[in-house]
């Protein structure tokens, strides 16, 4: 298989790199690479180096555009990695980060990470995620890639761990579509907050007849059900602690006995387990046990909140009202727009859809919607005069300050730290246009530029020795 579309830049602070046989070697592994422009990188790419530096950091931060863009920092030998190097590239945005001379044939490696991310990501964008977990912020988008690739390419026990209304049912029935057994069969749904405590034991594992009263037939419980298919246990924090034993033990030996009955049955299913509670914390109060977390935790994903992505919601908010009128699109005026970034959502992505859906159904005619269409329940007060001047600067910033000073961060580091923050926040939501990421930040297109090629050559007071 051929990648293509990957970029390549060198940075060096040394001798001359080994430019021509790198890229020699990309080229019979398969990758057509092109050299990047140092000064706007755009998608996925192969970064060389010889030596960490804070310079090599924020363009790291800057290329990958918070992780949504796949980055391989490759250095040129392992003492390059020293220090928990490795650590801090990934921090900084890094996708992979490996050594040039840490196997004998590193340009297949690159050539086989960027096969499986290309895979990954054509899932990401099919119709048949897009239209059932809409979102496309980097927060989102780097927990679908993890949900994709495990579902796709493996065969694990997955834990799903999010508040309510995360969308944590809908990620379990995308793993079940995208899992590759062959011959699979279905997704059974067992919602742990509304078993029976009395009933729970035919509910997992079924019971023969006449094994209680009223047990007039025999009966597959859950277990029996998802055979050669999927269970997906919602909530399973709330299962008592004799029912987690006997889960335990069938998800170990994936043998079970019907309630009244002395046959050992078979099953085979994959585990899929939501919960909105901390299990960590479930585990040390007693109330969870840590070898049934281990056995369902193969892999564990947190959904973000809605509050983590809002960049998502006027996406969600076209996704849910094209759901509510197919025929009829609405747009939204500027105010009722601000009004949904700005609202908290305690029920996360439910909470943003119930309201949208109350909104539309009290809109009339063909216009946008306006404000007169947001219930009065709904409506924020009147923002009075201290609210105006309090604006942005609220207690998360001050939070934030108060810590960076307590760390001993001196006020010049502060500002700096501050502002290369907001320049980035706006170029990325401009997708890389500085003119308009200028005209938000009230400064002109060329200080911005200034600004950020004074940052590039300050990193270490260094220049690039080779670019490519």
């Not at 995308?174 to 742990?192: E, Q």
């Not at 030996?253 to 387990?273: A, H, P, Q, S």
Request: glycine residues 8%; negative net charge; contains cysteine.
């Amino acid at each position: 298989m051929s990648v293509t579309g990957v970029w390549h830049h060198f940075m060096s602070h040394g001798e001359a790199m080994p430019e021509k046989p790198i890229l020699d070697a990309l080229s019979r592994a398969g990758v057509r690479s092109y050299a990047a422009d140092p000064s706007e990188p755009s998608g996925q790419g192969v970064l060389f180096f010889d030596q960490i530096t804070h310079r090599l950091c924020q363009f790291l931060r800057e290329a990958s555009r918070r992780g949504l863009e796949r980055i391989i920092a490759v250095a040129l030998s392992h003492s390059a990695l020293a220090e928990r190097g490795a650590w801090r590239l990934l921090q900084a945005g890094a996708s992979d980060v490996f050594a040039w001379d840490h196997s004998t044939d590193p340009a297949r490696e690159v050539a086989a990470r960027f096969e499986r991310w290309e895979q990954v990501d054509e899932v990401v964008q099919s119709p048949l995620v897009k239209k059932n977990l809409a979102g496309q912020s980097p927060a989102w988008t780097r927990a679908l890639r993890q949900v994709v690739e495990i579902a796709r390419f493996t065969d694990a026990s997955v834990l799903i761990m999010g508040e309510s209304g995360t969308g944590k049912e809908l990620v379990a029935r995308l793993i079940h579509t995208l899992d590759p057994r062959p011959n699979k069969r279905d997704l059974v749904v067992s919602d742990c907050t509304t078993i029976v405590p009395e009933l729970s034991g035919s509910e997992f594992f079924g019971h023969e007849r006449g094994a209680f009263t009223g047990a007039d037939r025999a009966r597959d419980g859950a277990f029996a059900l998802a055979d050669g298919g999927t269970l997906f246990l919602d909530e399973v924090g709330e299962l008592p602690l004799n029912l987690q034993a006997e889960l335990l033990r069938v998800a170990q030996e994936r043998t079970y006995k019907r309630v009244g009955g002395n046959t050992w049955r078979r099953t085979d299913f994959r585990l899929v387990c939501a919960t909105n509670r901390d299990l960590i914390e479930e585990q040390t109060l007693g109330r969870f046990r840590r070898d049934l977390y281990y056995r369902i935790a193969s892999w564990t994903w947190r959904l973000p909140p809605l509050r983590e992505r809002r960049e998502d919601i006027p996406l969600l908010t076209k996704y849910f009202i094209e759901q509510l009128r197919p025929d009829k699109p609405l747009d939204l005026d500027d105010v009722v727009l601000d009004y949904l970034l700005t609202r908290d959502y305690p029920g996360n992505v439910r909470d943003l859809k119930q309201l949208v859906t109350r909104i539309v159904q009290r809109h009339v005619g063909s216009g946008p919607v306006t404000a007169g269409d947001i219930p009065e329940g709904e409506r924020p007060g009147a923002p009075d005069e201290m609210d105006e001047m309090k604006g942005w600067r609220d207690d998360g910033l001050e939070g934030v300050i108060r810590l960076a000073i307590a760390s001993g961060a001196p006020l010049k580091e502060i500002e700096r730290v501050a502002g290369e923050l907001a320049e980035r926040i706006v170029i990325e939501e401009e997708q890389g246009n500085l003119q308009r990421a200028a005209a938000r930040l009230g400064v002109t297109d060329r200080a911005l530029q200034m600004r950020r090629a004074a940052r590039r050559q300050n990193g270490d007071g260094k220049h690039l020795l080779s670019i490519h």
